[in-house]
T-cell receptor, first 113, second 116 residues
């Protein structure tokens, strides 16, 4: 069974631009979560989606948004990029929210110049 | 609210030596505990988890951890490390009830550096 895939793996943007990251969960997994990883703040929860609905949201500004499609694939969008948005963005999937284990993808490395 | 403290940011150790990576947590409710490993340029891989039952948990790659409720700790151990164990290790906690998979709070990580 293929693991969680994220595209693109690397991305360079400039301040003020917007970016969309994609995540394909493990086949059969319907819950997708997103995390931001930075050297200063560590790993922080962004949001969780299940059945195309956002179930939980972390403490991030409204510039960060996401969505989930009927095939469970998810995208996250960051608008008006700031230098501090440079990070590794990790996606994780689980069969459903009742499951207590998440499987992580390799991440998308976003660099904002 | 929960928090996780990984006291050591870096742990250097020689190959074949034992290692312990420390993790302490704080929570007002019961918890589930996890250890993840991150190799360079990769995502997180689950090493082991404690949900309930035996406080000694065995994971992949020869790692084990012991849940100590009175000391609010979940230290990770391996009796003999290998060069390939060099990686970043993250302790994480979530509320101890179903449906909290996404409510993970991570520690700041411990860099395990194994040398010959």
């Amino acid at each position: 069974k293929a693991g969680v895939t994220q595209t693109p793996r690397y991305l360079i943007k400039t301040r003020g631009q917007q970016v969309t990251l994609s995540c394909s969960p493990i086949s059969g997994h319907r819950s997708v979560s997103w995390y931001q990883q930075t050297p200063g703040q560590g790993l922080q929860f962004l949001f969780e989606y299940f059945s195309e609905t956002q179930r939980n949201k972390g403490n991030f500004p409204g510039r960060f948004s996401g969505r989930q499609f009927s095939n469970s694939r998810s995208e996250m969008n960051v608008s008006t990029l700031e230098l501090g948005d440079s990070a590794l963005y990790l996606c994780a999937s689980s069969p459903d929210p009742a499951n207590n284990e998440q499987f992580f993808g390799p991440g998308t490395r976003l660099t904002v110049l | 609210a929960q928090s996780v403290t990984q006291l050591d940011s870096q742990v250097p150790v020689f190959e074949e030596a034992p290692v312990e990576l420390r993790c302490n947590y704080s929570s007002s409710v019961s918890v589930y505990l996890f250890w993840y490993v991150q190799y360079p340029n990769q995502g997180l891989q689950l090493l082991l988890k404690y949900l309930s039952g035996s406080t000694l948990v065995k994971g992949i790659n020869g790692f084990e951890a012991e849940f100590n409720k009175s000391q609010t700790s979940f230290h990770l151990r391996k009796p003999s490390v290998h060069i390939s164990d060099t990686a970043e290790y993250f302790c994480a906690v979530s509320p101890g009830y179903t449906g909290t998979a996404s409510k993970l709070t991570f520690g700041t990580g411990t860099r395990l550096q194994v040398t010959l």
